[in-house]
Each structure stands twice: as structure tokens, then as C-alpha cells.
């Protein structure tokens, strides 16, 4: 089954203690993008990757890093989490060919709370 | 970057009515724009999407319209069921060549009253 998953898909932690949110899909996508959804903001993107090796910063990439060392896995880590980047957290892969379906699809979204 | 709005941000309809939800972009360089439906737990799933070379696509009870040159999209959906209850996000999306950017709406909640 086509699909992105993401680890963990709930999660609390105290300020300052570092975490990574894994993300992989299995649609041999090019793109990959971390968004996080907060209420009445839609969803921001915070990175997006177009390829291995190949990131660049959306709009609210302050405070999470990320990496693309493998096509199907895009991790985003919070190095010192902050209470501000508690959280709904989407990861999305889509596939950038000429002539490909250019939809993103999204995983299930990972619940974060920094307290 | 692209400023994107929506409205209206909610939508209240007797099952059966129609439903348009409208999505206006600034950045003239966009040119795929889709619409993602958001249920209670879940992450965004497309329901439809139009390209910048085409005026409108239908697809059963749903339809997107795009005006390019007033930069807007609309969704229109037609005799509402209750299921169709969600959260709906246009994004409209730049691309080109190694570079691509999407911007979400702020969400239309539509709510449709059995």
C-alpha cells in the first residue's frame, strides 16, 4: 500500500530535550515536505526537499533541522524544543516527473507537546 | 512570498445545497492548484486540482474553477452529503525547474446539517 508514515504519532517532551520525528514513504518520491498545522494558520511549510542530499527552508523553519540522506526517509529534529513549537506536524511526499500526478500525500501527523 | 486567502474560513449547508469555497493567490507565477479535504484525525487528501492551463475540471459532485488572470480557484460542491463535513485547504503551488513552493489556505470548515 502506497503510503507515508510517520514515528511517533504523539508525543510529549520538556523544553531543551532534543527529538527527531521520522518520516518515509514508500512511493520512491522525489519531494518531501514537513508542515505544521496550527489553528486558524492552515498548514506552514517548515522544510521541503526536492531530491537526496537536496533541502531548503519554507516559511517557519526557525528552531527544526532537517535531512534527506536516503530518497524514502526526510527526519525532522527539533535540537532544543521550545513550548512555541507544540504542535500538529505533517510530513508529505510527491512525485516531481514530468507527467507524474503532482499531489502531495500526506502521512497520519505526529501530536507534539513541549512543555 | 505568496500570500494566500480563503473564504469563507466556515460554511454552514442544509444536505443537498451547494457549497463554493473561494481561494485567492498573489504570486502570478503559481500554476497547479489544487484541493486537499482534512477529516477529524487525518492528514489532507486531494480531491481535486487544476492546472494553470485549464479553466475548469470536474469530477462527479465536485468542480474547481480557476480565473489566472483575477488569481483565484474555486471549489464548488454539489448536492452536499454529510460525509463532505471537513476541513477543506486550497494550496496553490509554484514550480519550476529545482524549485518548488506551496502555500496553504487557512482552511474552510464546512459543516453540512442533515
Known amino acids: 500500500e502506497a503510503q507515508v508514515t510517520q514515528n511517533p504519532r504523539y508525543l510529549i517532551t520538556v523544553t531543551g530535550k532534543k527529538l527527531t520525528v521520522t518520516c518515509s514513504q514508500n512511493?520512491?518520491?522525489?519531494?518531501m515536505s514537513w508542515y505544521r498545522q496550527d489553528p486558524g494558520l492552515g498548514l506552514r511549510q517548515i522544510y521541503y526537499?526536492?531530491?537526496?542530499?537536496?533541502?531548503d527552508k519554507g516559511d517557519v523553519p526557525e528552531g527544526y533541522k532537517v535531512s534527506r540522506k536516503e530518497k524514502r526517509n526526510f527526519p525532522l529534529i527539533l535540537e532544543s524544543p521550545s513550548p512555541n513549537q507544540t504542535s500538529l506536524y505533517f510530513c508529505a511526499s510527491s512525485d516531481t516527473r514530468t507527467g507524474a500526478r503532482e499531489t502531495q500525500y500526506f502521512g497520519p501527523g505526529t501530536r507534539l507537546l513541549v512543555l | 512570498g505568496e500570500n494566500v486567502e480563503q473564504h469563507p474560513s466556515t460554511l454552514s449547508v442544509q444536505e443537498g445545497d451547494s457549497a463554493v469555497i473561494k481561494c485567492t493567490y498573489s504570486d502570478s507565477a503559481s500554476n497547479y492548484f489544487p484541493w486537499y479535504k482534512q477529516e477529524l484525525g487525518k492528514g489532507p487528501q486531494l480531491i481535486i486540482d487544476?492546472?494553470?492551463?485549464?479553466g475548469e475540471k470536474k469530477d462527479q459532485r465536485i468542480a474547481v474553477t480557476l480565473n489566472k488572470t483575477a488569481k483565484h480557484f474555486s471549489l464548488h460542491i454539489t448536492e452536499t452529503q454529510p460525509e463532505d463535513s471537513a476541513v477543506y485547504f486550497c494550496?496553490?503551488?509554484?514550480?519550476?525547474?529545482?524549485?518548488?513552493?506551496?502555500?496553504f489556505g487557512t482552511g474552510t470548515k464546512l459543516q453540512v446539517i442533515p
Open positions: 512511493m520512491n518520491h522525489e519531494y
Open positions: 494550496a496553490p503551488r509554484i514550480y519550476s525547474g529545482g524549485y518548488q513552493k506551496v502555500t
Open positions: 526537499s526536492m531530491n537526496v542530499e537536496v533541502t
Open positions: 487544476i492546472r494553470s492551463n485549464v
